[in-house]
């Protein structure tokens, strides 16, 4: 099946900092990559979709100006969070759609788990 | 409004059958995922059904119906390896995916 993978695995960094998680397809190109983020014991939360070339469209809710993303490239997707704080605290997911694979099929990368102290 | 209803938590016996039950009311349906997830992992594809009826694949199948809006997520032999989330997810009309808050499946020797 296709790949997904996700850097880094685990992050901490200080309250006012800014991360940035990146999103790879490795065997295939991704038209379409999506942002979720998830609180303990909570489902999956999609706050943003990817698309390259163009604007992504954040779900209601999302701070575009805080979670900044970026579809460079038809394998790459990077969200960064900037002025994190402690709240902004959770395990970050991405997924990837494979046009090759089927139209609604999303493979998903290993996940960020980001603590800020 | 859109939602997903799956019980919150399961307890089953290794080596019995378990069935995790999920109700959905979207706007619109172009199929419904189901995906298990271990504790601090990403989700990983389990099935797909987008047409009525019963998909077996090995240990696990899935059922759907569309006239109820449900579905059913069946694990046979259960294995302690076994015990996870189990994520339904439904796409709608608009491809977007509408996830299910999990079942968590606890699995007892």
């Known amino acids: 099946g296709a790949v997904v993978s996700q850097h880094p695995s685990r992050v901490i960094c200080k309250s006012g900092t800014s991360v940035k998680i990146e999103c790879r397809s490795l065997d295939f190109q991704a038209t379409t990559m999506f942002w979720y983020r998830q609180f303990p014991k909570q489902s999956l939360m999609l706050m943003a979709t990817s698309n390259e070339g163009s604007k992504a469209t954040y779900e209601q809710g999302v701070e575009k100006d805080k979670f900044l993303i970026n579809h460079a490239s038809l394998t790459l997707s990077t969200l960064t969070v900037t002025s994190a704080h402690p709240e902004d605290s959770s395990f970050y997911i991405c997924?990837?759609?494979?046009?090759?694979?089927?139209?609604?099929?999303?493979?998903f990368g290993p996940g960020t788990r980001l603590t800020v102290t | 409004g859109q939602n997903i209803d799956q019980p919150t938590e399961m307890t089953a016996t290794e080596g019995a059958i378990v069935q995790i039950n999920c109700t959905y009311q979207t706007s619109g349906f172009n199929g419904l995922f189901w995906y298990q997830q271990h504790a601090g992992e990403a989700p990983t594809f389990l099935s797909y059904n987008v047409l009525d009826g019963l998909e077996e694949k090995g240990r696990f199948s899935s059922f759907l119906s569309r006239s109820k809006g449900y579905s059913y997520l069946l694990l046979k032999e259960l294995q302690m390896k076994d015990s996870a989330s189990y994520l339904c997810?439904?796409?709608?009309?608009?491809?977007?995916?509408?996830w299910g808050a999990g079942t968590k499946l606890i699995i007892k020797p």
């Open positions: 997810a439904v796409t709608n009309s608009n491809y977007q995916l509408i």
């Open positions: 997924s990837a759609r494979d046009p090759g694979q089927g139209p609604y099929e999303q493979y």
